[in-house]
């Protein structure tokens, strides 16, 4: 518990859970003194700096779309440490992906959401590869159809990650680079500024990641 506790920048569980509540969009501070610290805080989404919002078009994916009207969503990344999926629709968040590394970043924020020494987070754009098996223009998991997303963290960090969004509603971890990877060729990975490309080697059938 304290090496958990030292690592979020904070003395004790209380800390701990406040750090929490914040991220989780609870008012713990009251920013809008109305004497409630269990309501939404005024301003939840952090700032997008350089994490352009990228839209994923599942096409058809269920009965309720069609090629004309297809399910749409929007994925953008915060420098509160997350990275969100927003259904088009409606604007509702559908999931919200927080880089556990990143877990500093809350209290810093809590404790001085604006100050001229800027604290980032997932401060990147993220890149999508699907592969529609058969090719109707739908990414349907009960097709084999694939989405995945490979982003960085620019200043945020050293780190690169990789999620499988085939089924917009059931997100999961692929992997995770960074320094401390088995792989040697890792330990002197810098800050993740480049922009992922996905693309196919000549030697192999295998989608690879550069």
Request: no cysteine; charged share 20%.
């Amino acid at each position: 518990d304290a090496a958990l506790h030292a690592f979020f920048g904070v003395s004790n569980e209380g800390g701990f859970n406040a750090a929490l509540d914040w991220a989780a969009g609870y008012d713990i501070s009251d920013e809008d003194e109305d004497g409630e610290t269990d309501d939404p805080r005024p301003w939840i989404l952090a700032d997008i700096l350089h994490s352009k919002p990228l839209v994923v078009n599942y096409g058809a994916r269920t009965g309720s779309f069609s090629p004309t009207n297809p399910d749409l969503r929007i994925i953008a990344g915060t420098n509160a440490g997350f990275l969100h999926m927003f259904n088009n629709a409606n604007g509702q968040e559908d999931w919200a992906f927080f880089a556990k590394e990143l877990g500093p970043v809350l209290e810093q924020r809590r404790v001085n959401p604006v100050s001229s020494q800027h604290v980032y987070g997932i401060d990147a754009p993220a890149v999508l590869y699907t592969d529609d098996v058969n090719r109707d223009g739908s990414i349907k998991v009960g097709d084999s159809d694939k989405a995945y997303l490979y982003f960085g963290l620019r200043r945020g960090g050293r780190i690169l990650y990789a999620l499988d969004i085939s089924d917009p509603d059931a997100p999961q971890m692929l992997w995770r680079i960074d320094p401390a990877t088995t792989d040697p060729d890792f330990a002197e990975l810098g800050q993740t500024w480049s922009v992922p490309v996905v693309t196919r080697s000549r030697w192999s059938p295998v989608t690879q990641f550069f």
